[in-house]
């Protein structure tokens, strides 16, 4: 037996058999399917139906109850993928086989008919474990109640597919334990339009190697010194939120320069993507870097080939205080967060410093304003304008 999905090659089943068997046709059906043999490993379901028959004795399965356990075993995920339709981005994402299984039970009718699922999938990158979601008007539903939770090894498609609409940073990792994932609360139409996609979750990361050009590390100074290749950097856990298809977060925090057991730098996070654009557009991803962690910049001496380096030095020399008061510098990137027409785009980036307002005199700030048209926006949030 075959799948043919809508595009690309048929996927075999291999053997399939099944048996059926039934009292009284529009009381119950028992219906047992077992698909195995060749590379296409092993598949077994069992699907019980009961009240088939509508008030008038016709057959009417769609407002039948269904009762359905499905279990895999080294089923290649170029099947799953095929029937999800994905052209190949599950396969890449979860290695070649998959083990899962499926307890799904219907109940209700019309407008409160509910099939609650119980799920567990594995691969050679996955693990995963939902102990219920719901699917009821369209819509898969997650409760705070029974969240669930994935690790999902680090590998090409989940940077670009996973980490990167988040942040460039994250896109970014060279080396990192399995990625964890909790989703506490999720309600997500199941045509897969990221427009009305609502969810509550958290990515747990930890230690990890940053590649040293990336967007976001390039400027540190750890990553300036020579022979450097890679970022050894701790990323504490992401707590995001997603509104209609909208992904926020705040307060995330990246910590590099390690000297000893201690992390001597932090780096300050926030963001603000829009899923449902293909690809996903960052609104803004805004770094707050110490200035003390950015290559040569403190003093505005010396000089660098990254634009931010050389913006954030050219605002320094113009400063109307003295740069000690300087404590931040917060990065700004906005643009694609990934390829428009076959082409990588580069992120635009704006430049804002931030000053201790403790130790800022308000009227020699205010008397260089006028040469300073950058850092207006700062000043008047500093001192309420």
Same mark, same amino acid.
């Given at each position: 037996?075959?799948?043919?999905?809508?595009?690309?090659?048929?996927?075999?089943?291999? /053997?399939?058999?099944? #048996? /059926?068997?039934?009292? !009284?046709?529009?009381?119950?059906?028992?219906?047992?399917?077992?698909?195995?043999?060749?590379?296409?490993?092993?598949?077994?379901?069992?699907?019980?139906?009961?009240?088939?028959?509508?008030?008038?004795?016709?057959?009417?399965?769609?407002?039948?109850?269904?009762?359905?356990?499905?279990?895999?075993?080294?089923?290649?995920?170029?099947?799953?993928?095929?029937?999800?339709?994905?052209?190949?981005?599950?396969?890449?994402?979860?290695?070649?086989?998959?083990?899962?299984?499926?307890?799904?039970?219907?109940?209700?009718?019309?407008?409160?008919?509910?099939?609650?699922?119980?799920?567990? /999938?594995?691969?050679?990158?996955?693990?995963?474990?939902?102990?219920?979601?719901?699917?009821?008007?369209?819509?898969?539903?997650?409760?705070?109640?029974?969240?669930?939770?994935?690790?999902?090894?680090? %590998?090409?498609?989940?940077?670009?597919?996973?980490? #990167?609409?988040?942040?460039?940073?994250?896109?970014?990792?060279?080396?990192?334990?399995?990625?964890?994932?909790?989703?506490?609360?999720?309600?997500?139409?199941?045509?897969?339009?990221?427009?009305?996609?609502?969810?509550?979750?958290?990515?747990?990361?930890?230690?990890?190697?940053?590649?040293?050009?990336?967007?976001?590390?390039?400027?540190?100074?750890?990553?300036?010194?020579?022979?450097?290749?890679?970022?050894?950097?701790?990323?504490?856990?992401?707590?995001?939120?997603?509104? #209609?298809? !909208?992904?926020?977060?705040? %307060?995330?925090?990246?910590?590099?320069?390690?000297?000893?057991?201690?992390?001597?730098?932090?780096?300050?996070?926030?963001?603000?993507?829009?899923?449902?654009?293909?690809?996903?557009?960052?609104?803004?991803?805004?770094?707050?870097? +110490?200035?003390?962690?950015?290559?040569?910049? /403190?003093?505005?001496?010396?000089?660098?080939?990254? +634009?931010?380096?050389?913006?954030?030095?050219?605002?320094?020399?113009?400063? +109307?205080?003295?740069?000690?008061?300087?404590?931040?510098?917060?990065?700004?990137?906005?643009?694609?967060?990934?390829?428009?027409?076959?082409?990588?785009?580069?992120?635009?980036?704006?430049? #804002?410093?931030?000053?201790?307002?403790?130790?800022?005199?308000?009227?020699?700030?205010?008397?260089?304003?006028?040469?300073?048209?950058?850092?207006?926006?700062?000043?008047?949030?500093?001192?309420?304008?």
């Amino acid at each position: 037996m075959e799948l043919t999905p809508s595009s690309g090659p048929a996927v075999s089943l291999g /053997a399939t058999s099944s #048996k /059926a068997s039934t009292v !009284r046709l529009g009381d119950a059906i028992d219906l047992q399917v077992t698909s195995s043999g060749g590379n296409a490993g092993t598949i077994r379901g069992t699907v019980v139906g009961r009240q088939l028959a509508a008030s008038d004795g016709s057959l009417a399965p769609a407002d039948a109850l269904w009762n359905a356990q499905v279990q895999m075993n080294a089923v290649p995920t170029a099947l799953v993928d095929a029937a999800a339709g994905q052209r190949g981005e599950l396969a890449e994402l979860l290695g070649p086989a998959l083990d899962g299984s499926i307890d799904a039970v219907s109940s209700g009718s019309g407008p409160q008919r509910t099939t609650r699922i119980r799920a567990t /999938a594995k691969s050679q990158t996955l693990d995963l474990k939902a102990p219920q979601v719901d699917i009821a008007q369209g819509r898969c539903i997650v409760s705070p109640a029974a969240p669930f939770e994935a690790t999902l090894a680090l %590998n090409e498609a989940v940077r670009r597919r996973i980490l #990167k609409p988040v942040s460039p940073i994250l896109s970014e990792i060279v080396s990192a334990p399995p990625l964890r994932f909790t989703v506490s609360s999720l309600s997500a139409p199941i045509d897969g339009s990221l427009s009305s996609l609502d969810l509550d979750g958290r990515i747990d990361v930890g230690d990890v190697e940053l590649r040293r050009q990336s967007d976001g590390i390039a400027m540190l100074a750890v990553a300036q010194q020579p022979g450097v290749t890679t970022v050894p950097a701790q990323i504490d856990p992401l707590i995001l939120t997603v509104r #209609k298809g !909208r992904l926020t977060y705040a %307060n995330f925090i990246v910590r590099v320069a390690k000297v000893g057991p201690q992390w001597q730098q932090v780096l300050k996070l926030s963001g603000d993507v829009d899923l449902a654009k293909t690809p996903p557009f960052a609104n803004a991803i805004t770094i707050r870097y +110490p200035i003390a962690s950015i290559g040569r910049t /403190a003093t505005g001496a010396g000089s660098s080939q990254l +634009p931010e380096v050389t913006e954030i030095n050219r605002l320094i020399a113009q400063l +109307p205080v003295d740069p000690g008061e300087l404590l931040d510098v917060d990065v700004t990137f906005s643009g694609p967060l990934g390829k428009v027409d076959g082409k990588e785009v580069p992120l635009q980036r704006s430049t #804002k410093l931030v000053f201790d307002p403790s130790a800022i005199d308000a009227k020699k700030i205010q008397k260089g304003i006028e040469n300073l048209p950058q850092t207006i926006d700062t000043f008047k949030k500093l001192f309420g304008g």
